[in-house]
C-alpha cells in the first residue's frame, strides 16, 4: 500500500514516525451492542505508545437519542485540547478491532477541518501480530489549542437523505451486512424496523477489507463499488447501522479520489426508528 497521512498509513509507517514530536496517536475502538469487549479496559491495559483513548461515545453529541452523534465544535475543540491534540499535529487513529470504528474519528476530524489525520490499516491486532511495542502507561499530556473550521457538506440529516431517496439526486450506499440491508437479520439495537433506505446500494464495509482487516487497494475496492451499482462519478451519501462503518466507506472513497461524499450521521438507528419513512426489503 502507498501510506498517506491524510488517509491511511501501514503499521511500518507508524513505526517509524512514532518519536516524532508532532505525532499524536489515538485509540478509537468501539465495540456493537452484544459484543463483550471494554474497549477503556483493553486500552489500559495495552496500547500503543504514547496513544490517547478517544471515547467515540463520550466525545458526542449528548443532547441526541442517537448513539454517538457528531459533538458540537465546542465540546470537540474541548476534549481534544484536553488530550494535547491539536493544531500542528499529525494524528494517527486506531481500533482493536483492525479497521472498524477509527474511520469514524478520521471522519470526524475532517468534519472539524482537520485534515491531517489517518486511519492506522490493520489497526491494533496488526501491530501486535508483527510483534511491535506496546505499553500500559497513560500518556503525558501538554494542552494543545486546535482551530476548528465545521464542514457542513460533510454531514447529512434525515430529511436530506429522505429527499435524496425519494428524487434520486444523491446516491445512498449502506454499509452494514447484506442479511441486514436485504431486512433478513435483525439489527443489532432493538426497536428498529429491518430493511433499508428505498433506492441505496449495498457495500458492506467488510467486503472493503482483506482477512487481514486491512483495507483492499483502492483498485480493488473501485471494482466492489462499481458491482454494487454504485456511479463513482456522482455524489454519494455513506449510511450504516449508527454512522460508523459508513465511514470506512468513505475512507475508501477518499483514497479513490471521490471527494463528493457526505455520511448520513443518524445512519439505521435514526431511519430505522422513523415511521414516517419508507423502508425497503431485498436486494433492490
Known amino acids: 500500500m502507498t501510506d498517506d497521512p491524510k488517509t491511511l498509513v501501514s503499521t511500518s509507517w507508524l513505526a517509524q514516525h512514532l518519536k516524532d514530536p508532532d505525532l499524536r496517536v489515538l485509540d478509537a475502538s468501539l465495540y456493537l451492542p452484544g459484543v463483550e469487549r471494554d474497549a477503556k479496559a483493553e486500552y489500559d491495559a495495552k496500547h500503543i505508545p504514547g496513544a490517547r483513548f478517544f471515547d467515540i461515545d463520550d466525545i458526542s453529541d449528548a443532547r441526541s437519542d ?4 457528531a459533538p458540537p465544535v465546542e465540546k470537540f475543540m474541548s476534549r481534544l485540547r484536553a488530550m494535547g491534540v491539536g493544531d500542528g499535529h499529525q494524528v494517527v487513529v486506531y481500533d482493536g478491532a483492525g479497521l472498524f470504528s477509527a474511520a469514524r474519528v478520521w471522519w470526524l476530524f475532517r468534519l472539524m477541518g482537520q485534515m491531517n489525520i489517518a486511519v492506522l490499516d490493520g489497526g491494533l491486532p496488526k501491530w501486535i ?3 511491535r511495542e506496546v505499553e500500559d502507561m497513560p500518556p503525558v499530556i501538554r494542552d494543545r489549542h486546535m ?3 465545521f464542514q457542513n457538506h460533510l454531514v447529512r440529516d434525515v430529511t436530506q437523505v429522505a429527499s435524496a431517496s425519494k428524487l434520486g439526486t444523491t446516491q445512498i450506499v449502506d454499509a452494514r451486512a447484506a442479511a441486514r440491508f436485504r431486512g433478513e437479520a435483525p439489527e443489532p439495537r432493538p426497536g428498529l ?3 433499508h433506505i428505498p433506492g441505496s446500494r449495498s ?3 467488510t467486503s472493503l477489507l482483506n482477512a487481514d ?3 483492499k487497494a483502492p483498485e480493488d475496492t473501485r471494482v466492489i463499488f462499481e458491482a454494487a451499482g454504485v456511479d463513482l462519478s456522482k455524489p454519494i451519501i455513506t449510511s450504516c447501522g449508527s454512522g460508523v462503518t459508513a465511514c470506512v466507506l ?3 472513497l477518499t483514497r479513490l479520489g471521490h471527494d463528493s461524499w457526505s455520511l448520513y450521521d443518524g445512519s439505521w438507528v435514526e431511519w430505522g426508528m422513523f415511521p414516517t419513512v419508507p423502508v ?3 436486494d433492490a
Open 66 to 69: 442517537q448513539p454517538h452523534m
Open 129 to 131: 501480530a508483527e510483534g
Open 147 to 149: 482551530t476548528v473550521r
Open 193 to 195: 424496523r429491518s430493511g
Open 203 to 205: 457495500v458492506p464495509y
Open 213 to 215: 482487516q486491512t483495507m
Open 250 to 252: 468513505a475512507l475508501a
Open 280 to 282: 425497503a426489503t431485498g
